[in-house]
């Protein structure tokens, strides 16, 4: 899978200022760096690639686990656009 370029990287830190300041109305671009293969859920090997770029290190799976756990409301083991917005709110 794919990185992160460093547009989309600069994209994902801009987005995440302007989610922490309420401001919803990006959260679709945000969604669609987490969504690398575009097929509108985030899986594990997705959500692990963009938060190790956040975080430049490895991401233990039990904190990917625990973050899909937490976000999955329909308990399918993806995360889709409305949940992932919930998740913001």
């Not at 575009?38 to 190790?52: C, F, Q």
């Not at 290190?57 to 899909?68: D, L």
């Amino acid at each position: 899978m794919a990185s992160l370029s460093e547009e989309e990287f600069t994209t994902l830190r801009n987005v995440t200022m302007e989610l922490q300041s309420g401001n919803f109305s990006n959260c679709e671009v945000l969604f669609n760096i987490f969504d690398r293969n575009h097929n509108g859920t985030i899986d594990a090997s997705e959500l692990r690639v963009v938060m190790e770029r956040i975080f430049d290190q490895e991401v233990p799976e039990g904190k990917i686990k625990n973050f899909i756990t937490r976000v999955d409301v329909n308990k399918d083991g993806f995360i889709d656009i409305n949940e992932f917005i919930e998740s913001f709110k």
